[in-house]
């Protein structure tokens, strides 16, 4: 049928009635209050697992200039938005943050900054084309044993961010002093954050589809299951409801591209590719291009490779060395995680490489893929497989902790499967498993890595 059709048969079928004067109007305060409580949270916000302080609106403006990108005149505008934000002014604060999205629009590349002087790879072939994959090594899925490392896989993802939820936002030398060693939960764990739900989204558009999931087909998953999302997500999930699917979805109005949000999301990638890097990585690339770009992307990339080739050895210290190595030269990215690992070869303890890494990235938001790259590389070096050992690492050295850390305990879980994780990790968190995605909203850590497991052998 035709739309004019629809539209014809709207208008005959329609039947005249009298409304009550409180339906007469529609309800606009409802949609105001929502408003300003997004507006609100864009300029000042507490992050709602750990509390720490943030400003995107800040943010955008350092992620662009972090790429090499002229930003006009800004200051005045970011003055005023917070002041009028913490007065709660909205009237004014709509208008100073419509200017700023204006300002963020009219910002273009410095040919000049260094940053512009690296390559910023657009599509997979091209990464591929450079790239030294390691030959796939066969994994038997059908087998029992697949499933223990699944079920490692996941419990680790779901540990480091129930641990680092609590943690985020923060530097070293603060949770050093507030908790000393992280060798524990800070406060009761739970599993509701956004750190498995694009997973979720990508696992049922692979349920669906296998090995020939599309970006279009991820896309579709988090338009209809993800409510809200942050920073890259949030825009990505914007522009798709404009119409914008991947990879325009990521590239629109976006200053949080190279952002940890692609990074965070790697590990499932792996976990279907077991034993296959260059497949973990071409999956990992479809996924992250619904949000991010260029160094964006290859943050989940390397999580991805880092996951697929831990199922095939437990040499932590030649895995990291061979994930880095995959990461192009020439790129920010790839220069970030060598410095990282040269640090981590060359210092005496984790804190003292951290330390470097810490310095060399100060620049950059704590949310930004690159020095939570570092941090990764450091305490896969230190930590060298062990569970508790990294998962003290990863979270003493803070910044975005629950997402660091939930990608490389996934590595080790998948590594070495449930037998490196103690009870005293899984015990108080329980089978079940609680999203604010609208499917599901609630199930069981159990169902997942049976739902995954069973993805995998439907996909061979």
């Not at 939820?165 to 739970?190: C, Q, S, V, W």
């Not at 034993?275 to 992250?288: H, K, N, T």
């Amino acid at each position: 049928m035709k739309a004019w059709e629809y539209a014809r048969d709207l208008l005959r079928n329609a039947e005249p009635v009298l409304l009550a004067e409180e339906e007469q109007t529609w309800d606009a305060s409802a949609a105001i209050r929502e408003q300003d409580f997004w507006l609100k949270l864009f300029w000042q916000s507490n992050v709602p697992g750990s509390g720490a302080p943030e400003s995107l609106a800040v943010a955008a403006v350092q992620s662009l200039e972090n790429k090499g990108w002229r930003v006009p005149p800004h200051e005045d505008l970011l003055k005023s938005g917070l002041e009028a934000c913490e007065r709660g002014d909205f009237e004014r604060l709509h208008a100073i943050h419509a200017r700023l999205k204006a300002v963020l629009r009219a910002a273009a590349p410095d040919p000049d900054h260094r940053s512009q002087k690296t390559r910023r790879i657009a599509r997979f072939d091209e990464f591929a084309a450079g790239a030294a994959f390691p030959d796939d090594v066969a994994v038997d899925v059908a087998a029992d044993a697949f499933r223990d490392r699944i079920a490692g896989a996941w419990w680790g993802q779901i540990i480091g961010a129930a641990v680092g939820t609590a943690l985020e936002g923060y530097t070293a030398e603060k949770l050093k002093a507030a908790f000393g060693r992280i060798d524990r939960y800070m406060r009761p764990p739970n599993t509701y954050n956004d750190d498995i739900t694009f997973e979720l989204a990508f696992l049922y558009a692979f349920e669906d589809n296998g090995y020939a999931v599309t970006s279009a087909d991820v896309a579709d998953r988090w338009v209809g299951l993800i409510p809200v999302a942050w920073s890259a997500e949030a825009v990505a999930l914007d522009n798709l409801k404009r119409g914008l699917y991947p990879p325009l979805s990521a590239e629109d109005g976006n200053p949080f591209d190279e952002w940890i949000g692609a990074q965070m999301r790697g590990a499932i990638c792996g976990m279907v590719a077991p034993g296959r890097a260059r497949e973990a990585a071409r999956l990992a690339w479809l996924d992250a291009e619904v949000s991010h770009t260029g160094n964006g992307i290859l943050g989940e990339v390397f999580n991805a490779v880092l996951v697929a080739r831990a199922f095939v050895t437990t040499d932590f210290r030649a895995l990291t060395e061979e994930t880095v190595a995959l990461m192009p030269a020439d790129t920010e990215y790839g220069a970030v995680v060598r410095f990282a690992l040269d640090a981590a070869k060359t210092s005496p303890d984790w804190e003292a490489a951290w330390a470097l890494c810490d310095a060399e990235y100060v620049e950059y938001n704590w949310i930004h893929a690159y020095p939570n790259a570092a941090a990764q590389v450091v305490a896969l070096w230190f930590g060298n497989g062990d569970f508790d050992r990294t998962l003290e690492i990863i979270g003493g050295c803070g910044h975005d902790v629950d997402c660091n850390a939930a990608q490389i305990l996934s590595a080790v879980g998948a590594a070495k499967g449930m037998a490196a994780i103690h009870t005293r990790w899984t015990s108080p968190i329980g089978d079940d498993l609680v999203t604010y995605m609208r499917r599901p909203a609630k199930t069981t850590t159990s169902a997942l890595i049976d739902m995954t497991v069973a993805a995998i052998r439907k996909a061979r």
